[in-house]
């Protein structure tokens, strides 16, 4: 026996540094607090498409390129089975022509392209009337509408209300049209909830649009939840999509997060000292398979942080095993209606 114990093989040195990234990244992916399940009352969103189980299968999904010039080809098959909606970021002021290029490419494929148009990286009202007569030409009839993580707008635009009040998208031939909300706060707008009931109003009163909205990533679903709660006599039955970063790297979701101006929730990355450590070790990807399951809504809006090959590869991992756990449940089901 003593010789067993003086044989035992020594810990890894970097055990320790292991063990504290991923406490941190649980803490990360839920908000600041290590995840929980939460408790779900289905009478109270038994009207508006939210599911109580953890476990339904009848998840909706769109995805998000971080790469406008990834090659999407190969996985035009999987997009195709999730309704093929790819959203396309504008994440530099002269990004105009890339947008349009992708979004030929992802029509030839059979999908959906939703280009962001992002009002404070154009000029001005003529630049955005022009980008969506190309995106029009094209094919496109879908575009997210938002005002953009930028400190010093491009030219005089600011506001995503701009561009609603002045009709260019309905002039343009779009009637379907996204736009951004933040159930977590929006560092760039104080008051983020009036300007959300300005957009919820525009939409009560243009009547020829298809209205829905899209958040950023989401880390916490206690928040989500409350916030959906509290906008669900004014929302209706408008399409809420929320956002959840895919599989990656702490890495790989720093520089996202730098990218794309997720400020406020990324900040507990590198507060932690993990972009340090996801340098020095080879670490497995961070998802965020728990808030599928504890948040109600279940429109899901996929950034492909860590590239679609991985993302769509864990979509269908969490498909395939909700379905099987539906199966066993119903098969418990079975059997206790059949006093087995």
């Known amino acids: 026996r003593g010789l067993r114990c003086c044989l035992r093989p020594v810990r890894p040195k970097r055990s320790l540094a292991m063990a504290l990234l991923k406490r941190a990244s649980r803490s990360l992916m839920s908000g600041g607090a290590v995840p929980r399940k939460v408790k779900i009352d289905s009478r109270r969103w038994r009207g508006y498409h939210w599911q109580s189980s953890a476990i339904t299968p009848d998840l909706e999904f769109s995805v998000e390129l971080t790469d406008v010039y990834e090659d999407l080809k190969p996985f035009s098959p999987q997009l195709k089975r999730y309704g093929g909606r790819v959203y396309l970021p504008f994440v530099k002021n002269n990004a105009g022509p890339q947008i349009l290029e992708a979004s030929q490419r992802l029509l030839d494929l059979?999908?959906?392209?939703?280009?962001?148009?992002?009002?404070?990286?154009?000029?001005?009202?003529?630049?955005?009337?022009?980008?969506?007569?190309?995106?029009?030409?094209?094919?496109?009839?879908?575009?997210?509408?938002?005002?953009?993580?930028?400190?010093?707008?491009?030219?005089?635009?600011?506001?995503?209300?701009?561009?609603?009040?002045?009709?260019?998208?309905?002039?343009?031939?779009?009637?379907?049209?996204?736009?951004?909300?933040?159930?977590?706060?929006?560092?760039?707008?104080?008051?983020?909830?009036?300007?959300?009931?300005?957009?919820?109003?525009?939409?009560?009163?243009?009547?020829?649009?298809?209205?829905?909205?899209?958040?950023?990533?989401?880390?916490?679903?206690?928040?989500?939840?409350?916030?959906?709660?509290?906008?669900?006599?004014?929302?209706?039955?408008?399409?809420?999509?929320?956002?959840?970063?895919?599989?990656?790297?702490?890495?790989?979701?720093?520089?996202?997060?730098?990218?794309?101006?997720?400020?406020?929730?990324?900040?507990?990355?590198?507060?932690?000292?993990?972009?340090?450590?996801?340098q020095a070790l080879n670490i497995t990807p961070i998802t965020s398979e728990h808030l599928v399951d504890e948040i109600y809504n279940k429109r899901f809006h996929v950034f492909a942080v860590g590239g679609m090959g991985a993302t769509l590869e864990w979509i269908d991992e969490m498909q395939q095993s909700r379905a099987r756990q539906m199966e066993l449940c119903e098969g418990k089901e079975h059997r206790v209606k059949a006093g087995l």
Not at 121 to 126: E, H, K, Q, S, Y
Not at 164 to 177: D, K
Not at 201 to 215: E, G, I, K, P, Q
Not at 228 to 237: D, F, K, Q, T, V
């Open 110 to 278: 059979g999908c959906q392209p939703v280009p962001h148009l992002t009002v404070r990286r154009l000029g001005g009202m003529d630049s955005v009337q022009l980008l969506l007569e190309q995106w029009y030409q094209v094919g496109v009839r879908d575009v997210f509408l938002i005002g953009g993580d930028v400190d010093a707008p491009l030219g005089k635009l600011h506001s995503s209300m701009q561009v609603l009040e002045a009709g260019v998208l309905q002039a343009s031939g779009f009637h379907r049209v996204g736009m951004a909300f933040h159930p977590e706060g929006n560092p760039l707008d104080p008051d983020h909830a009036a300007t959300f009931h300005a957009k919820l109003s525009w939409m009560h009163t243009a009547s020829t649009s298809d209205v829905y909205f899209v958040s950023q990533p989401c880390l916490s679903s206690a928040q989500v939840n409350t916030r959906l709660e509290a906008l669900s006599p004014s929302i209706g039955n408008t399409e809420m999509w929320i956002g959840l970063a895919g599989p990656a790297t702490v890495k790989r979701l720093v520089k996202f997060a730098k990218l794309c101006g997720v400020s406020t929730s990324f900040r507990l990355l590198q507060s932690n000292g993990l972009e340090i450590a996801a």
